[in-house]
């Protein structure tokens, strides 16, 4: 092993190789001691750098020479990381809401002081404490983050109120990258993406049918807007749609917000309704894999196995 | 035409590196850029980077393996020798390479 300080540009060599090529370390040290060889020899950094060819060319290689699968970004770590984003942002509303917004109740005395604040916050940090440790065990340190807040639920039904949100969102956080990583069926899949379709539709169905029995009045715009909006939005989920899961998200959060900022006393229902749609449609969002990302690895699939017989045919 | 002969190079030089490294090295254990001098010098890799794929895709196949050897002066470098199996490939090689080269010869005598 070579720990000789190289210059910027080589440093960036490798670092660009070792990112194209995570499972071929030993070709990154070999070239490491290449470049300081060829430096120590007396060679300009240019001339070794230009000698080698680019990173992208010398990992093209490698995967050929060693029929590695096309390198492709770890979607379920992303997704897990996004959720994980989402659940301290969520947490960090909650505590804002129960601290300041809150009107007096049990759980927001107004001689409580700043201590509470700092209390409120307490939820937020354990959301994003996953971040701190490494990426080996963020898994178990967010399940068990999800179980801890869980617990405190149970313990406190007070503070169910505002909690189950977080709860949802931290849940979705750990199990999501987890189910991501598994073989998944194309019935579960299809499975879930029929849920969320339920799910998403329900508010429309319900507005559909309120308005066939005359139990609401509601103008003839707004159950335009509540009848169709649902259902299509549903059955581009039960298709699997990645675009609409955005959208479902996006609503969801501006539910989640309403219910904060506007006084009503429906208030529970919007706060938790808005974060069952907010993760509905970030699970859905980061879990449907792009069709162009299910192209690329289909097209690399073929291409490592075409490769394979190639070698085999040697 | 220069398109051509960059393809028929490249195409040519697949076929021998790994062979010409194996009797590079069955001359004497090498480091890697002095592996990669002998081979650019020869006009038989353009590129040194590919050097360090080819090597480990042998040294998975086990034709060549590596030991870190640390000198009195300087720092440890991994050395690549080669395996009983590498020589074996080596001779088999060169019995093809020596059925082959004066056909191609032969043929293509009276373009030269």
């Not at chain 1, 910027?8 to 670092?15: F, H, I, S």
Request: net charge neutral.
């Amino acid at each position: 092993m070579t720990n000789d300080a190289l210059p910027g540009a080589a440093e960036a060599y490798l670092r660009a190789l070792g990112a194209e090529l995570p499972e071929a370390r030993e070709i990154v040290e070999d070239v490491r001691a290449h470049i300081t060889d060829a430096l120590a020899g007396g060679r300009t950094i240019d001339q070794v750098l230009a000698g080698l060819g680019s990173p992208q060319a010398v990992a093209r290689q490698a995967r050929e020479e060693l029929a590695l699968p096309e390198h492709t970004p770890d979607h379920a770590a992303t997704a897990g990381r996004i959720l994980r984003v989402i659940s301290v942002a969520v947490a960090a509303l909650t505590a804002v809401w129960v601290t300041f917004l809150l009107p007096g109740t049990v759980s927001n005395p107004p001689e409580a002081g700043p201590g509470l604040a700092i209390l409120t916050l307490v939820p937020a940090l354990l959301a994003a404490l996953p971040f701190a440790l490494p990426a080996g065990v963020r898994g178990r340190a967010g399940a068990a983050v999800a179980a801890a807040v869980t617990a405190l639920i149970f313990v406190d039904g007070e503070i169910a109120l505002h909690y189950v949100p977080l709860m949802m969102m931290l849940w979705a956080a750990t199990i999501t990258p987890w189910a991501m990583r598994r073989e998944r069926g194309r019935v579960a899949v299809r499975l879930w993406h029929l849920t969320a379709a339920a799910f998403v539709a329900f508010p429309g169905i319900l507005v559909a049918s309120a308005l066939g029995t005359e139990k609401i009045g509601i103008s003839w715009a707004g159950a335009l807007l509540w009848i169709p909006g649902p259902l299509i939005l549903g059955a581009l989920c039960a298709f699997g749609v990645r675009a609409a899961y955005a959208v479902i998200a996006a609503g969801g959060a501006v539910v989640m917000l309403m219910a904060l900022t506007g006084e009503s006393f429906l208030f529970a229902a919007f706060w938790w309704f808005g974060a069952l749609y907010l993760m509905i449609g970030a699970v859905g969002h980061l879990a449907t894999p792009a069709t162009g990302r299910l192209a690329g690895r289909r097209l690399a699939h073929l291409s490592s196995s075409v490769w394979g017989t190639s070698l085999l045919n040697r | 035409m220069d398109n051509t002969r960059e393809r028929i190079t490249t195409n040519i030089r697949k076929g021998v590196l790994e062979y010409c490294v194996l009797a590079l090295l069955s001359q004497r254990d090498m480091y890697g850029l002095e592996l990669a001098d002998r081979l650019v010098e020869r006009g038989l890799t353009a590129s040194e980077g590919s050097l360090y794929p080819l090597l480990a895709r042998m040294r998975q196949a086990g034709t060549v393996e590596t030991r870190w050897s640390t000198p009195e002066q300087g720092h440890a470098r991994r050395y690549y020798a080669i395996t009983d199996q590498g020589r074996a490939q080596l001779r088999v090689f060169t019995a093809v390479w020596r059925d082959i080269q004066p056909h191609v010869d032969e043929l293509t005598a009276e373009e030269a």
